[in-house]
Structure formats: structure tokens, C-alpha cells
């Protein structure tokens, strides 16, 4: 199975701020038909994951462009710049290239 | 708009079965992939199985494979998550997801005696 490495595990923010969220993966996730299916999700306490990112760096449908990915083969990033207080939460990144899909260990985003 | 509604839930033995449906409406159901994923009380995201838009591919998690049966409905715009011999570990939040986009509320499992 990919083994998918989130760092940090909590993340203390002051509102305004930016931060970044680290996920590596222990083989590359670049799917034979050339894309790679990293996803990053925000998941806000009692509330279903919403997706941010799909494949790495597309910004889903009302997604504020505070938010993005970067990345490739086996290290990628999320960037949350001028941070809300909607944006708190606990993020998770995914990917689907390889069966069993696997989600890193998310990353609680708080108030410093 | 995407709606993603499950349903099933409950308090169930363990050893015991539970099926799961999840009623989606706002897209056409049938051109896409589905997927179950689960989230144990207080802890992370685990992807439990996938089907294709047609059914004619199904993937799972190995703790599943055998006892869990992912299916779909596209006449009814309905997937399914057929559960037999459940295990305390199975105990979760489980939510449906189209294309790993959208996603339910989720339907609570209690594999408990």
C-alpha cells in the first residue's frame, strides 16, 4: 500500500497568516495515463471532508485562490495564505492513483 | 446541485449484517465512479471500495475484501454498501463520495454487542 506522510500534525495559525502542509508518498503517484491523483481535503469539525485540490494543483468549483497545491511524484505541498477563520479544520491529502486508495494522517489547522 | 444521501445505519452485533444505500440526485449518476470511505470515532479518513461508473469494476481495502460488497443502481441513482460479518473495528462514520468530489453527510455504524 502507498504509505502517504502528512506533516505537521497540528498546525497553530494566527488568522491572516500563511501556512504550508507536506505530503509524501512512499512510491510515486503518476498514473500510467499520465496524471497523478493527489487531492488535498478540509474537513470542519462535524461536518463531510470537502475537497480543496484535485490532482495536485486545480482548485475545486468555489475553492478561494488562498488556497494551492504544487508538488510531483512523491512530495507535495498545500499553501493556505491569508488564513480565515473558516479554514480551520483538519486537512487531509489523498491519493487515488494506486488501489488501496490512502489518505495521510491529516493536519489540524487552529488558532495560535 | 450534488446531493449524496446515506442511509442504513445503526447498531448492529458483530458477526451480524447492515446494508448500506446512498440516494444521489444533481448529476448523472451513471457516468461516474463511486466510493465508500469510512472515519472511525475521533480519528482520520480510510478509503473502504470503489466501483466504476458501470459496476463492472469494484476495488477494496484488504480488512473489507470478502465481507464487504460495493454495488450501484443506476436505474435508481443509488450505490450500495452490502456489510456481512461485522467487526468492532468496522465501527465508524461511513460517507459516500462521487468521483472523490462530492461527498454525503455520512450514516453512523455501531458494531457493537
Known amino acids: 500500500d502507498v504509505l502517504m506522510t502528512q506533516t505537521p500534525v497540528s498546525l497553530p495559525v494566527s488568522l491572516g497568516g500563511q501556512v504550508s502542509i507536506s505530503c509524501r508518498s512512499s512510491q510515486s503517484l503518476v498514473h500510467s495515463d499520465g496524471n497523478t491523483y493527489l487531492h488535498w481535503y478540509l474537513q470542519k469539525p462535524g461536518q463531510s471532508p470537502q475537497l480543496l485540490i484535485y490532482r495536485v494543483s486545480n482548485r475545486f468549483s468555489g475553492v478561494p485562490d488562498r488556497f494551492s497545491g504544487s508538488g510531483s511524484g512523491t512530495d507535495f505541498t498545500l499553501k493556505i495564505s491569508r488564513v480565515e477563520p473558516e479554514d480551520l479544520g483538519v486537512y487531509y491529502c489523498l491519493q487515488s492513483t494506486h488501489f488501496p486508495n490512502t489518505f495521510g494522517a491529516g493536519t489540524k489547522l487552529e488558532l495560535k | 446541485e450534488v446531493q449524496l444521501v446515506e442511509s442504513g445505519g445503526g447498531l448492529v452485533q458483530p458477526g451480524r449484517s447492515l446494508k448500506l444505500s446512498c440516494a444521489a440526485s444533481?448529476?448523472?449518476?451513471?457516468?461516474?465512479?463511486m466510493a465508500w470511505v469510512r472515519q472511525a470515532p475521533t480519528k482520520g479518513l480510510e478509503w473502504v471500495a470503489t466501483?466504476?461508473?458501470?459496476?463492472?469494476?469494484?476495488y477494496y481495502r484488504d480488512s473489507v475484501k470478502g465481507r464487504f460488497t460495493i454495488s450501484r443502481d443506476n436505474a435508481k441513482s443509488t450505490l450500495y454498501l452490502q456489510m456481512d460479518s461485522l467487526r468492532s473495528e468496522d465501527t465508524a462514520t461511513y460517507y459516500c463520495?462521487?468521483?472523490?468530489?462530492?461527498w454525503g453527510q455520512g450514516t453512523l455504524v455501531t458494531v457493537s454487542s
Open positions: 444533481g448529476f448523472t449518476f451513471s457516468n461516474y465512479g
Open positions: 466501483i466504476s461508473y458501470d459496476g463492472s469494476s469494484t
Open positions: 463520495a462521487s468521483r472523490l468530489a462530492y
